[in-house]
């Protein structure tokens, strides 16, 4: 079969199963077992896809996973992670969009406190939004920035993406949990520009927020260092030891999960029921993301060994594209699919097609010199 009938067959069952709206893992499984019946050799296939499904979820650098995720839902379900947004928030006045000030900083505190997005939104979600529609603020201005901070929780470590990323495309996962962190407070820094300029620009977007009380002196300080300085400390921790070349990944996670676990002691938030909610919520997340994974890796494998990714390069490199707009087509690429799929999707239907790319065109996946 030709290079691009097999393109062809596998991107075409793979978004025609996901417009039916099957969840993204069943539909990649349902892709490779067509894939692995084609071209792997019927039965011979299906075994292939069976022992790739085995060592795609046994693969140790895949722990830091659900160690991230643990880190984040037990400061979720104590309750830290709401005194550290109270803090945060009772230190912003008389701003324009205050509300929404406090989502994209709050938010990004958090997003160095956790390894999930779902955990991320959910929270900010939970605690803003209805405060800041009921206040009157647009819905837009209200729900943006909670759905922004989610893309920083992405980034900035803990960030399970980057574990995935770093396990399916063979790069070092800690330089991609480092690397993260600029993104990241530039993104926060940007959001922060525009909530500021828009409610300038236009006040109906969030009405003004007179009736917040200022809180001078220490008396205003005083949840800051005692409820967010000494979390803040768990990210040091976490991206400190990998720093210093102390701690892989894997054992920065796990000091991150034992950490949070002390944290909460201390603050005498940890209880029994909350600690088995965030072990029930870091099992459904982390199932769901090593599911996709399994089904992920024979889908790489199945272009690869079909001829659909060979083909697909040799054609892009015809045209002898320069680093700088090969970048700028992924980017493109990745902003019109990011419209409809989630990132995970996102990121597992691409890798195999521009990780390729980047190496043949000499791109550093991980941006060190």
Wanted: proline residues 5%; glycine residues 10%.
């Amino acid at each position: 079969m030709e290079w691009y009938l097999a393109l062809g067959l596998m991107l075409g069952l793979m978004f025609g199963l996901l417009a039916l709206g099957i969840p993204v893992a069943f539909t990649f499984l349902g892709v490779n077992l067509v894939g692995a019946w084609v071209f792997l050799g019927g039965d011979i296939g299906f075994a292939q896809l069976v022992r790739n499904s085995v060592s795609a979820v046994t693969s140790f650098s895949l722990t830091p996973i659900p160690l991230f995720v643990l880190m984040g839902e037990v400061l979720f379900h104590t309750g830290l992670a709401y005194r550290a947004i109270h803090a945060i928030e009772g230190l912003i006045a008389r701003l324009p969009g205050r509300l929404s000030i406090v989502s994209v900083l709050g938010g990004t505190t958090f997003a160095t406190l956790s390894g999930s997005t779902i955990a991320n939104t959910a929270m900010m979600g939970s605690m803003m939004l209805p405060d800041m529609l009921k206040r009157g603020y647009h819905p837009t201005l209200a729900m943006g920035p909670i759905m922004a901070v989610g893309g920083i929780a992405m980034l900035i470590p803990p960030s399970t993406l980057a574990v995935m990323l770093g396990s399916l495309g063979n790069i070092s996962i800690a330089q991609l949990l480092i690397g993260g962190i600029v993104p990241g407070l530039l993104m926060a820094a940007g959001f922060l520009v525009y909530v500021i300029v828009r409610c300038r620009m236009d006040p109906s977007l969030a009405p003004a927020d007179d009736d917040a009380p200022i809180v001078r002196g220490w008396a205003r300080w005083k949840p800051l260092v005692r409820d967010v300085l000494p979390l803040l400390l768990l990210f040091v921790a976490v991206v400190g030891s990998m720093l210093a070349g102390w701690a892989t990944p894997t054992e920065s996670a796990a000091i991150g999960a034992a950490a949070a676990l002390v944290a909460t002691a201390c603050y005498r938030t940890l209880s029994w029921a909350a600690l088995v909610k965030a072990m029930i919520e870091t099992a459904r997340i982390s199932g769901v993301i090593l599911f996709i994974l399994v089904a992920s890796t024979t889908f790489a494998q199945l272009l690869s060994f079909s001829g659909a990714i060979g083909g697909l390069l040799a054609v892009i490199q015809a045209y002898e594209l320069s680093p700088l707009m090969l970048v700028l087509g992924m980017l493109l690429i990745l902003l019109v699919i990011g419209c409809v799929i989630d990132q995970i999707s996102m990121m597992m239907i691409t890798l195999p097609f521009f990780m390729p790319l980047a190496n043949a065109a000499g791109i550093d996946p991980c941006g060190w010199a």
